[in-house]
């Protein structure tokens, strides 16, 4: 869904893990085409072969704007990622693999490189030295794809043990590794529960940002269901000349379609 604004131009796709749950995963691209979507997200493709997903892409007549790296089962270690466990290099380094294998296949020019969870006794600075290894893999095999890999933090209020403690510190790690292949994925949610200044932090990380996620808070509703100032926010990310896609990754507070309706609302 592409809005044109006084500011500029925003572009939003669908986030298929959390927007029309009510329908198969399979029903859902064409749900998002219904709704206006050009574009749609997801976390995790792999339950499903590229080609089957590049199927219901082409068939729905939107594009895939980002994945993840694949997660660990529910439990382990990794289940949040494997970037941030020492003992986890094998699954990390098969993780990019695949997920790069997918993003080629399907044409995703974004994939978020998930951290993941720092294990219980594992000391911090190991863990982050380690951390920026497998970034640094990671982007040496993304090199020349046109694929952009993007790193992600959590707040730690919901997640208080993941990894990547900033999206400054993303940033940071980007800067080192490789700018050209790796930025910033800026969640405005994360970023309002970790410590809010939104508009300001944006501008800052402005050159390293290379994908946009959106959810209120509380709630992690749509926006306009809490105490972001979507209006504000949205229009300083069109003004910013960002080109990528935002990612509508939040639960619907009363259905997904009628949720829609904070498009208009904030965006006119």
């Not at 704007?65 to 270690?77: V, Y």
């Not at 497998?134 to 794809?145: C, M």
Request: aromatic share 8%.
């Amino acid at each position: 869904m592409i809005i044109d604004t006084d500011a500029g131009q925003l572009r939003f796709a669908a986030n298929l893990k959390w927007m029309y749950t009510e329908l198969s995963f399979e029903e859902r691209f064409d749900a998002a085409a219904t709704s206006g979507f050009t574009a749609v997200e997801f976390a995790s493709p792999y339950a499903l072969p590229a080609d089957r997903i590049g199927e219901l892409a082409r068939d729905a007549g939107v594009r895939i704007a980002l994945i993840n790296t694949p997660a660990g089962p529910a439990g382990s270690d990794t289940v949040m990622g494997a970037g941030f466990v020492p003992a986890a290099g094998d699954e990390f380094r098969a993780g990019v693999t695949k997920a790069l294998e997918y993003a080629t296949a399907l044409d995703v020019p974004v994939v978020h490189v998930m951290a993941g969870l720092r294990p219980e006794g594992v000391d911090a600075d190991r863990a982050f030295a380690g951390y920026v290894a497998n970034v640094a893999w990671a982007a040496e095999q993304a090199h020349g794809t046109g694929i952009r890999l993007v790193l992600e933090a959590i707040n730690k209020r919901d997640q208080p043990r993941y990894g990547l403690a900033s999206m400054e510190a993303a940033a940071a790690v980007a800067e080192a590794v490789d700018p050209d292949v790796v930025g910033v994925l800026f969640d405005v949610y994360h970023a309002q529960v970790d410590r809010g200044n939104l508009i300001e932090r944006f501008e800052s990380l402005r050159r390293h940002i290379g994908h946009v996620q959106i959810a209120d808070n509380p709630g992690r509703g749509e926006p306009g269901t809490g105490e972001i100032a979507y209006e504000r926010v949205l229009a300083r990310i069109a003004a910013s000349g960002y080109s990528g896609w935002i990612g509508c990754e939040y639960g619907p507070v009363a259905g997904t379609e009628a949720g829609l309706s904070w498009i208009e609302r904030i965006t006119r």
